[in-house]
């Protein structure tokens, strides 16, 4: 028998994630579906409904409905499944700790870029959530794992040199990893505030102590493998205390207090920036410790307040914080649309910037009509230039997929989307 044992990490995956609320979400769906991983879409009315019948076509659909802000989990959850090539029979499910699947012997819509037809080569695929990266790591290099995922930033080099393993990496594309600045709110409201929190930032500098030379500094809004991704845009940002110093001067924070902070009218220039620790990954957290401690040399007194998943939606929702950080996979550049749109502030889509930009109304609009090519080009790089020009986002690094597994494990990938696919992999 062909097994394959894998391990998924706490965050994103356990036990709110693909091992607890996700699954929970689809199961409850629909109960006559339970041993049978049906491919799921999206009705006009934004539910989920799964068939018995594959429509691989509709995969798209639930990312979609996840980009406009319905945050239906389950479909997250089907779309990982289904489009890792496997859409395989449900066998055990203990929540927030293991999920067991046996192959489909039915499957017959594999995925575009697969090497075979039919079934996948495995005939069984066992996860279990291992919250504690050492625990992964020492997992797989005592080979009571096949593979794991989220591989720590500090294992990675190890991995990569150890004979017995192999290490792949994907980067994604779509949204960087970004900081969003609520313009809703003041200080960060003012486009001089913006802009000077954007250049007390040293990304390179940040994202190397985090990720070592595995991670790329983000260089704008979209990912390098994104497609109309503008190189350019580096060019009109970046670190410059100089800089940071003359906005703050210009928008009337002049004075420091006793602790070296910004003031105006002996008002501290304060931002918080909230974000779940049941949602963000160990290294997003430390890139927001590096962020508050480098903002501090501009004058930002950069305050972190953690939450739970409920608790940091609501206020997302109220629009209730200044700044709040994310990335989100794409390969299309419409993705902008749903960012920065004023019909998709939030509760009602993804603009966590609450952007009301008559020209970001326009371009992304125009940017959907136009046909690709050189015109749809030129329109996405506006787009990019723009929300950097104004400040809406401070870019932080370039997320990527990484998994590691052992060297008889072969076949193992990854989508264009970056999650991972299994329906190539095979054990020796």
């Known amino acids: 028998m ?3 044992r894998g391990v998924v990490a706490g965050h994103r995956a356990s036990p709110a994630g693909l091992l607890g609320d996700d699954l929970d979400r689809f199961l409850a769906v629909a109960p006559e579906n339970r041993h049978r991983w049906g491919i799921g879409w999206v009705d006009d009315n934004r539910r989920i ?33 289904a489009s890792s090539g496997l859409d395989p029979v449900l066998s055990s499910y203990t929540r927030g700790q293991s999920v067991e699947f046996a192959r489909n012997e039915a499957y017959e819509w594999e995925p575009g870029c697969a090497w075979h037809t039919g079934p996948a ?19 797989l290099q005592s080979h009571q794992f096949d593979r794991v995922a989220a591989v720590a930033p500090a294992n990675l080099a190890r991995t990569a040199k150890d004979p017995k393993l192999k290490l792949l990496t994907h980067e994604n594309s779509g949204i960087n990893h970004v900081l969003l600045l609520n313009t809703w709110l003041a200080p960060i409201e003012n486009l001089k505030v913006r802009r000077a ?12 102590a985090v990720f070592f030379d595995y991670a790329r500094a983000a260089d704008g809004l979209f990912g390098p493998a994104t497609q109309y ?9 970046g670190h410059d205390l100089d800089k940071a110093a003359r906005l703050l001067d210009e928008a009337g924070w002049t004075a420091r207090d006793a602790d070296g902070y910004r003031t105006k009218d002996s008002v501290r220039l304060t931002v918080q920036l909230t974000y779940s620790d049941e949602e963000a990954t160990a290294e997003e957290q430390t890139i927001y410790q590096a962020a508050a401690q480098q903002a501090k040399l501009a004058g930002f007194e950069v305050k972190l307040q953690t939450n739970a998943r409920a608790a940091q939606t609501e206020i997302e929702s109220r ?50 009509a136009t046909p690709d090519g050189a015109d749809r080009e030129v329109v996405y790089r ?39 696919l299994f329906y190539d992999t095979w054990k020796h």
């Open 2 to 4: 062909c097994r394959l």
């Open 121 to 139: 080569y495995l005939d069984r695929f066992d996860l279990k959530a291992v919250t504690e990266s050492s625990v992964r790591q020492g997992g």
């Open 49 to 81: 409904a799964i068939s018995s019948e594959p429509r691989p076509t509709q995969g798209s659909a639930l990312l979609a409905a996840r980009l406009a802000g319905t945050r239906t989990d389950a479909a997250v959850l089907h779309l990982r499944l």
């Open 197 to 208: 929190f954007q250049s007390s930032i040293s990304v390179e500098d940040m994202v190397k």
């Open 382 to 420: 506006q787009v990019q230039q723009r929300v950097i020009a104004q400040a809406y986002v401070m870019p932080t690094y370039v997320p990527f997929g990484r998994i590691a597994v052992q060297n008889g494990v072969e076949g193992a990938a990854f989508a264009t989307n970056s999650t991972p």
């Open 229 to 237: 991704h503008d190189a350019l845009v580096p060019g009109q940002w």
């Open 319 to 368: 629009g209730d914080y200044d700044i709040t950080g994310l990335f989100h996979v794409r390969a299309e550049p419409d993705i902008a649309r749903t960012f920065f749109s004023g019909s998709f502030v939030l509760p009602n889509g993804t603009n966590y910037a609450r952007v009301q930009d008559p020209t970001l109304e326009e371009l992304p609009e125009k940017g959907l």
